[in-house]
């Protein structure tokens, strides 16, 4: 008899053409829509990014995909047979529509987990809160994992990047400690500090984890994508940081965008055009570590995370 666990992948989600971008951004903006120049910005965006227009849906896909064949492989001793569904924060298949799949497949007890490493009340949280309710709503008993930003596997293998990169500026004439190397995530209104919420130091326990484990002296952590809203967010943002960077006459820097797992507009687009073309003006020269995107040891960090997750359910064979 093999039990099925029901697995909730949840990711932010992206439009599926530019005519789609309209009512994404309404969503983002909790039912307000965007303004006809706010739009176009977007649009403009979306546009220029190299990869294709929305990379982010084929991303999730293959880690979809991925995860749940690397669930099912390799563990004997598991009468268990897991079940990927996808749950998007802001696109189809929405969150709800992951956990209403699950229950109509028959599956009494499933994990919920996010592909960001990292949890804020205002990110992972807001992620989960959906998920519960609806699977309350709909009789399936689920557990989360709510971060796993310092997973031995995703240490090493963020280190594996960063040391990669390093080794691509060593043979390009820049010793390796003349290479600043700047971590970073998106950012959030800077609020959620007097709430305690945990995500600015979860992110700075990854970035010295990686810093400690590949030799890097000289790093610091920086923000970036910070919404356009009247309210203050986190700071500083990476394009003030490098201008700093330019004023002490630094001339290498690494990003590291260990918040994000997947190329999508906040890399592509935010790092690799915007702070890009800065860099440039600066007389810097910026590369980025690779994205972990369906990578077998990314793909290894969830699984374990899940499994660990699902022990604790009280899962029946049916
Ligand atoms: O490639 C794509 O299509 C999607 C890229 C994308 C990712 C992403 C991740 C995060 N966001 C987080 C927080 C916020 C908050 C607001 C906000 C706004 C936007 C807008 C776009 C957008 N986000 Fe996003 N985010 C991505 C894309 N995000 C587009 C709207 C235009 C703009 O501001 O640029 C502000 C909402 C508001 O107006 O009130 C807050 C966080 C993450 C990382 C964790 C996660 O993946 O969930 C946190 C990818």
Redesign the pocket.
């Known amino acids: 008899m093999t039990a099925k666990i029901g697995v909730l992948v949840?990711?932010?989600?992206?439009?599926e053409s530019l005519e789609g971008v309209e009512a994404?951004?309404t969503h983002?903006?909790?039912g307000?829509a965007?303004s006809a120049e706010?739009l176009k910005e977007?649009k403009d965006?979306?546009e220029a990014?190299v990869g294709g227009v929305?990379?982010?849906?084929e991303n999730t896909d293959r880690q979809v995909e991925a995860l749940q064949e690397a669930l099912n492989s390799g563990h004997s001793g598991e009468d268990v047979q897991y079940m990927c569904y996808q749950g998007l924060?802001?696109?189809h298949p929405f969150i709800e529509d992951g956990v209403e799949a699950m229950a109509r497949d028959g599956i009494t007890q499933a994990v919920g987990i996010?592909?960001?490493p990292?949890y804020?009340v205002?990110?992972?949280g807001t992620?989960i809160k959906r998920a519960r309710e609806k699977a309350e709503a709909s009789g399936v008993n689920m557990e989360f994992v709510e971060s796993y930003h310092l997973h031995p596997e995703l240490i090493d293998v963020l280190t594996r990047r960063v040391s990669a990169k390093l080794d691509l500026f060593e043979e390009t004439g820049a010793a390796r400690d003349e290479v600043r190397v700047l971590f970073s995530?998106?950012?959030?209104?800077e609020r959620i500090l007097a709430m305690g919420d945990p995500?600015r130091d979860q992110l700075l326990e990854t970035s010295k984890a990686i810093a400690e484990q590949a030799g890097v002296t000289s790093w610091q952590f920086t923000w970036q994508?910070?919404?356009?809203?009247a309210e203050p967010w986190l700071g500083p943002d990476i394009l003030d940081t490098l201008r700093e960077l330019g004023e002490a006459q630094v001339k290498y820097v690494l990003s590291a965008p260990i918040?994000?797992?997947?190329d999508?507009?906040?890399?592509?687009y935010d790092l690799d055009i915007e702070a890009q073309a800065l860099a440039s003006e600066l007389d810097l020269r910026l590369m980025r570590t690779d994205s972990l995107n369906s990578d077998p040891a990314y793909m290894s960090v969830l699984s374990d995370v899940v499994r660990t997750k699902a022990s604790q359910l009280k899962v029946s064979q049916s």
């Open positions: 949840m990711s932010y989600g992206t439009p994404y951004y983002i903006r909790r307000n965007p706010q977007l965006r979306y990014i929305f990379p982010l849906r924060k802001h696109a996010v592909l960001a990292h804020s205002m990110s992972v992620y995530a998106h950012s959030l209104p995500y994508s910070a919404g356009r809203t918040g994000f797992v997947s999508h507009l906040e890399v592509l």
